[in-house]
């Protein structure tokens, strides 16, 4: 038996899940699961059909009648048994995740067991959806306030952190009273199909969450104008999230759109700049640099520029770049043999755009899709890679020299999802945070994405947060609600 069937042996079965059962092929499309490590296939995903489409939208219209009415203490007990079982199968969810998705086995157990912390905490918030008390003009009139789940919701979650972005979704709609209808990326399912034996196993009834698979085009279009729909969540690029907006909007239905980023650091000279410099280079190796919010326009004072490009690239330059599964694996590949040849790519215009190339630069040899850790310094900020998210190891290291200056490069773009800030300065960091177009700031370190946190952009980054107290906005309508006494 060869490593990678030994890595799969115990992968999840994969699944359709609707009105409560787990559906295999049986005949059905199918595609390959692909091991980014390797690029070999070694699993099957079915593809819902237009019947099991329309089962999901009958059973998720139907459970909601009832899920709606239950109480906030009953959706609250099966969001807590929800993050119990989370960390109880931890290990093999993230196992699966590393085999399909390619991220080393220690960030994989990462995000999984953070998501127990989400289940948690939505367990806890899902009990204070609370309404309020109008003061009336009239004493026999009462005038209330309250906040109903919106309805039958679908979601549509990406590949680069499967179990998060899916449980981000599920937990919000559940907890709130709405019924969901979730299309996990196909490139890494399993972890959506884990994620729906939790919820299965947890006791949620039939029908709350139902999980389908196919073409994304195909699916998302279904879904979105089918009338039984009322909401829609998409975390993913911005061209796609502009054209489910547009169908979405079509119909005035409420959206939360978590899209592309291309968010900058602003290093300044007062920081702490060999320690910056060693941070940022450990953050932007998370996940290959696969992350919406990571690091990836660097723009650092001169005053402290060459300091700090000789030490992040002395740490980014030496990171051990394997299979994820291997203990000394600082890095993964990438997911997608498209992922590397975007990466050379965009090294060609830099360097064509006069930028130098301090190190990688070239798809690694052998199988799986591996590219390195790579820095490129003094290319023009017009340059494919400081205008376009590169979603990877490459890293555009500028110099800047006013602080109006480098805001107004940093705020350029139409992105505005995260944004960096290090500087030892008070006075800078709040002015500086004050004026970032950008939903999330966070200053000398990576406070981002927490379960008690909101997470959003503006801009074309999206609209509408995920976690915190807001986490359930977009979930519910707000109904007011006018009686008055029939007294003679």
Known sequence: MDATTMKSSSYEQLALYIDGTFIQAEGRQEQDVVNPSTGAAFARLPHATKDDLDRAL???????????????????????????LIRERASSIAHNITLD??????????????????????????????GRV???????????????????????????????????????????????????????????VALARIFHDAGLPPGCLNIVWGNPA?????????????????????PVGKSLAALAGSQMKRMTMELGGHSPVLVFDDADVDAAARFLARTKTRNAGQVCMAPSRFFVHEKAYDRFVDAFVNVYGR???????????EMGPLAHARRVDAMQMLVGDAQAKGGELLCGGQRLEGSGFFFPPTVVTGMSDD???MTEEPFGPLVPITRFETT???????NALPYGLASYVFTNSLATATHVSNRLEAGMVTINHFGLALAETPLGGVKESGMGSEGGCETFDGYLVTKFISQASMTP
């Open 218 to 238: 195909e699916v998302s279009s279904y879904l979105i104008q089918s009338p039984i729909v009322r909401k829609i969540s998409f975390t993913g690029s911005t």
């Open 404 to 410: 109006d200056e480098v805001l107004a490069r940093a």
């Open 383 to 385: 340059s494919r890679v």
């Open 319 to 329: 990171l051990r770049v394997g299979d994820g599964f291997a203990k000394e694996t």
């Open 58 to 84: 009958a059973a998720a219209s139907r459970a909601f009648q009832t899920w709606r009415f239950t109480s906030p203490l009953e959706r609250s007990k099966v969001l807590r048994r929800v993050g119990e």
């Open 101 to 130: 998705q390619g991220k080393p086995l220690t960030e994989a157990m990462q995000e999984v067991v953070t998501c127990a912390e989400h289940a948690e905490w939505h367990a806890e918030e899902c009990r204070r959806i609370y």
């Open 134 to 192: 109008i003061p009336s003009r009239s004493e026999n009139i009462r005038q209330l306030v309250v906040r109903e789940p919106i309805g039958v919701c679908a979601a549509f979650s990406p590949w680069n952190f499967p179990f998060n972005q899916a449980l981000r979704k599920a937990v919000s709609a559940l907890g709130a009273g709405c019924t969901l209808i979730l299309k996990g990326p196909e490139d890494s399912p399993s972890a959506v």
